[in-house]
């Protein structure tokens, strides 16, 4: 089994099958799959159902781990992966977001994550389309929006129960056609084990079908690619966007026994918790947040950590108050509701909040494992990969260096 994947990862030319539209040339430009397992942590490789992603880290390049941007959350770390900004930087600074003109921002919010003015920074699909090559999103945040005026040349608006298998199906009929008009960059996404990670928690046994998914997913991905003879043109990325801990009932933050919620609009419950003050009452609620429980640091927006990198947007409001790893903000009508299983957005640097990052292909050497990096490098990587100039960014190619072909 072992050895039939590592041939599906590696296979090259010589492979048989495939229509001779794709056979490959030796100019062919450079071709990016970018997969998002959401809330893969690294330590979910090797539980023994995983084969595909497992022979992909020990073939190709392996991060020891990837580091998430603040907060852990969705919308801002995917977006940061494409952009190489900061949430702070590009704007999306959580999954719920209130801006004084724009008005309110949630990621089921269909004509919000459309509207382009939310969308800081220019994500590689719109810097290759500028470029003059497509670019395919089965998937993304932001990819719904026409960013600088341009989506995408394939994308669709976000169907969570669109089954994984029809998502690769899709992603490979857009390759399905003569190298020339090839995208340069194919997103894929699932959120199955994100999903499987908040309800039962990372330690858990149930976890596994959803990883089983996730692999399954990528398994008929490279199988596909081998059908089309691309196995070995194509660059896979696949990586998560921040990891996942342990929460429960026992560890819960009522807000409401120490302020009163109409003295604030509460824009993100957290755990990084955005808090507007109503006008004349930021001192007041600062005073009786600071300090009041142990598991909860509260700041004013200027003073959050710098290693944060988080508090300067606009739309961060004056109040920020981060939950310790595994606590849970809520307030006293809803605090029946927290069930034990996983949440994510704590601070970047804990270790349950590591996210995954693998990759194998034409550009990349194999069998390489890097120390771990910010996940603001892989833009720079990628856009170094396509032949594009990146435009200003929090990011830095030299951490990924090693792991490329000279
Ligand atoms: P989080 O609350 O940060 O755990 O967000 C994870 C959820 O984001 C998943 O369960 C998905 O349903 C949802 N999601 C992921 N991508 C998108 C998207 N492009 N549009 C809308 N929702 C999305
Ligand atoms: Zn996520
Ligand atoms: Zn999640």
């Not at 699932?190 to 692999?215: I, K």
């Not at 949440?343 to 390489?368: E, I, Q």
Request: proline content about 10%; some cysteine; aromatic content about 8%.
């Amino acid at each position: 089994m072992r050895r039939l994947l590592a041939f599906l990862l590696l296979a090259t030319a010589c492979s048989s099958g495939g229509p001779p539209a794709t056979r490959p040339g030796p100019s062919d430009p450079p071709v990016i799959i970018l997969v998002s397992i959401d809330g893969f942590r690294p330590d979910y490789l090797g539980r023994g159902v995983t084969p595909t992603l497992d022979s992909l880290a020990r073939v190709g390049v392996r991060a020891e781990w990837m580091e998430p941007s603040f907060p852990s959350k969705t919308f801002p770390n995917h977006y940061t992966i494409v952009t190489g900004l900061r949430p702070d930087h590009h704007g999306i600074i959580a999954n719920n977001i209130r801006d004084s003109v724009l008005g309110s921002f949630s990621m089921s919010n269909r004509a919000a994550v459309q509207e382009a003015r939310w969308w800081g920074g220019e994500p590689v699909w719109v810097a290759l389309e500028k470029a003059g090559r497509p670019a395919s999103a089965m998937f993304w945040p932001g990819s719904e929006a026409a960013i600088g005026g341009v989506h995408a040349t394939h994308w669709l608006p976000f169907d969570g129960r669109m089954p994984e298998a029809d998502r690769v199906d899709s992603l490979l009929a857009w390759l399905d056609v003569p190298a020339a008009r090839r995208p340069g960059l194919l997103t894929l996404y699932t959120a199955a084990v994100d999903n499987a990670g908040h309800a039962f928690g990372p330690g858990s046994p149930r976890l596994a079908d959803s990883l089983a998914l996730a692999d399954a997913m990528v398994t008929r991905l490279v199988a596909g690619l081998r059908a089309h003879r691309l196995a070995d043109r194509v660059n896979l990325l696949v990586v998560s966007d921040h990891g996942m801990a342990p929460v429960g009932p026992d560890r819960v933050i009522a807000l409401d026994d120490y302020i009163s919620l109409d003295d604030v609009t509460v824009n993100d419950w957290g755990p990084a918790v955005m808090l507007a003050p109503a006008p004349g009452r930021a001192a007041a609620v600062y005073a009786a947040l600071r300090g009041a429980h142990p598991a909860l640091d509260v700041y004013w927006k200027q003073d959050v950590p710098g290693r944060l990198e988080f508090g300067t947007h606009p739309r961060v409001p004056a109040i920020v108050a981060i939950a310790r790893e595994g606590w849970t903000v809520t307030s006293r009508a809803r605090i029946d509701r927290v069930t034990p299983g996983g949440n994510h957005g704590f601070d970047n640097a804990l270790p349950s909040m590591r996210a995954l990052f693998l990759a194998s292909g034409p550009a990349f050497r194999r069998g390489v494992v890097l120390p771990a990096f910010p996940n603001v490098d892989v833009y720079p990587l990628m856009m170094h990969i396509l032949g594009l100039e990146p435009a200003p960014n929090d990011g830095s190619l030299e951490p990924l260096r090693a792991a490329l072909r000279p």
